[in-house]
């Protein structure tokens, strides 16, 4: 096996999160050793419990039935060892070691990228407020990136795909799971069309602290990430706040103030956010 696949086959089994994969890789960067580790050894080198030594042990010997499986369901499997690994995500603080990728995987490299995210509940001005923006940038051949999310997510991809243009959707779950439940159709056509990814395997069902952990890539894929619409409490800002982190560019919609969906957005504009009313705001920015 070749260090990228002892990287897929350690990724793929239950129990192996971000931080043990690196503890992994700071034992080993071939990740050769951990793979001839008793089950005893695991646990005292890693700090691992039985149960969760024992799933790991059990599912490395399935390695060969899910490179299979993933080959039968059109699944790609990107390291951050391989060429096509997106160039900016690998700049980030933590970015995920294996992407698992449904389509177009030429869209990593796609130079102009924006990531759309906003509130679940948009009102009629926030939507016609994206579209203003996004339409322009689609036409212009951008790529819009986001999370699948009802709401300003999905109208974001929906928005890329009537135009003709491309779309890059994260997930917080596996391929298995599609989330929301509501967006199985969309999550469909993109995965043929325009480029579906996740760091989770396949199998993984959604969970609450799934979503933070998608945030960072939607940010990290790209130079900038445009708010439209977000209450003063919202994984918008988290999203906002990770793409400072990463050094990337905020932009923000603004909306009416007496609406409380603008308050998140609104806030992002006082702390140095670019207030954004067209695509020009965007493209003279990136």
């Not at 690196?22 to 646990?43: A, M, N, Q, R, V």
């Not at 039985?50 to 299979?68: A, F, H």
């Not at 389509?103 to 995210?117: A, M, P, R, T």
């Not at 036409?139 to 795909?161: M, Y």
Request: hydrophobic share 40%; charged share 25%.
């Amino acid at each position: 096996m070749t260090v990228r696949e002892r990287l897929i086959a350690l990724h793929g089994c239950r129990g192996v999160t971000w931080t043990l994969l690196k503890k992994f890789f700071e034992y080993d960067p071939t990740f050769k050793k951990i793979f001839s580790l008793g089950e005893d050894e695991l646990k005292r080198i890693f700090s691992m419990k039985g149960e969760q030594v024992k799933k790991i042990i059990e599912d490395l010997q399935k390695t060969n039935i899910q490179i299979e499986k993933h080959r039968k369901n059109n699944i790609h499997v990107v390291t951050i060892f391989d060429e096509y690994y997106p160039s900016l995500l690998k700049q980030i603080y933590d970015p995920p070691w294996v992407l698992y990728c449904k389509g177009d995987l030429s869209l990593f490299q796609h130079e102009n990228k924006l990531s759309v995210i906003g509130t679940r509940d948009p009102s009629k001005n926030g939507l016609l407020g994206l579209e203003k923006i996004i339409k322009p940038l689609v036409l212009s051949n951008w790529v819009i990136v986001s999370g699948l999310a009802v709401g300003i997510d999905g109208r974001a991809h929906l928005l890329a795909i009537e135009n003709y243009g491309k779309t890059i959707a994260v997930l917080g779950s596996g391929f298995d799971y599609i989330y929301p439940y509501c967006h199985q159709k969309l999550a469909s056509i993109i995965s043929k069309e325009n480029l579906l990814i996740s760091e989770f395997p396949p199998n993984t069902k959604p969970q609450k602290w799934h979503f933070p952990m998608r945030n960072r890539i939607i940010s990290g894929l790209t130079k900038g990430t445009l708010i439209v619409e977000a209450k003063s409490r919202s994984g918008s800002l988290i999203t906002a706040d990770l793409a400072l982190q990463q050094g990337r560019e905020v932009f923000a919609v603004p909306g009416s103030i007496m609406d409380d969906r603008t308050e998140g957005t609104h806030w992002l504009i006082q702390q140095g956010a670019k207030l954004t009313k067209c695509s020009n705001d965007v493209l003279n920015e990136m």
